[in-house]
Antibody
Framework: QVHLVESGGALVKPGGSLRLSCAAS????????MSWVRQAPGKGLRWLSY????????HYADSVRGRFTIYRDNAKNSLFLQMNGLRAEDTAVYYC??????????WGQGTLVTVSS | SYELTQPPSVSVSPGQTARITCSGD??????GYWYQQKPGQAPVLLIY???ERASGIPERFSGSSSGTTVTLTISGVQAEDEAHYYC???????????FGTGTEVTVL
């Protein structure tokens, strides 16, 4: 059974950094592209970034390019999102999702990031 | 990037049919996907590649595509179907993904 569990969300000041983790089980992480998606309070879903199974292909949304870095540790079956230069508008629930090359068939429960002074 | 447009809300009586549209230029060449999200929960994949039902999804959920529009149909709506629904697609070249604006379905 596919299971994704995010962690690392916290309250952070503007300009600060945070690293989110996504622990995967029930499948081999290296066999899949993985994505991060976020949802601001009361708002819709926004895709942020994806990474190929071997880590060679990566893309970012314009809103986070240059500030966020997606990477993975296949040996630990984990996906990460390093977030730097955080802004108030980055406040959201962050989800990791298994990417089936077009859409997302499994999602974690999400982790809340709050950026506030 | 491009946008996917959905109606903000749809209201339907139990047992009736709800249809949610999603429009965007890239849908003429890219597949559409549909997700259901209930309050406080993660999204759940309902439909992939325009019309394929995801594993474990009831048959009352179906998807279709025509031109630059994809449509999610919920036949015989039940109270438990009250939720937000999002469409999603990719961009040509696979550079990014886009979600629709979301539709809140209310069961009267």
């Amino acid at each position: 059974q596919v299971h994704l569990v995010e962690s690392g969300g916290a309250l952070v000041k503007p300009g600060g950094s945070l690293r989110l983790s996504c622990a995967a089980s029930g499948f081999t992480l290296s066999d899949y592209y993985m994505s991060w998606v976020r949802q601001a309070p009361g708002k819709g879903l926004r895709w942020l970034s994806y990474l190929s199974g071997d880590g060679s292909v990566v893309h970012y949304a314009d809103s986070v390019r240059g500030r966020f870095t997606i990477y993975r540790d296949n040996a630990k079956n984990s996906l990460f999102l390093q977030m730097n230069g955080l802004r108030a508008e980055d406040t959201a629930v962050y989800y990791c999702a298994r990417d089936i090359l077009g859409g997302f068939d499994s999602w974690g429960q999400g982790t809340l990031v709050t950026v506030s002074s | 990037s491009y946008e996917l447009t959905q109606p903000p809300s749809v209201s339907v009586s139990p047992g009736q049919t709800a249809r949610i549209t999603c429009s965007g230029d890239e849908l003429s060449t890219q597949y559409g996907y549909w997700y259901q999200q209930k309050p406080g929960q993660a999204p759940v994949l309902l439909i992939y590649k325009d019309s394929e039902r995801a594993s474990g999804i009831p048959e009352r959920f179906s998807g279709s595509s025509s031109g630059t529009t994809v449509t999610l149909t919920i036949s015989g709506v039940q109270a438990e179907d009250e939720a937000h629904y999002y469409c999603q697609s990719g961009a040509t070249g696979g550079l990014y993904y886009v979600f629709g604006t979301g539709t809140e379905v209310t069961v009267l």
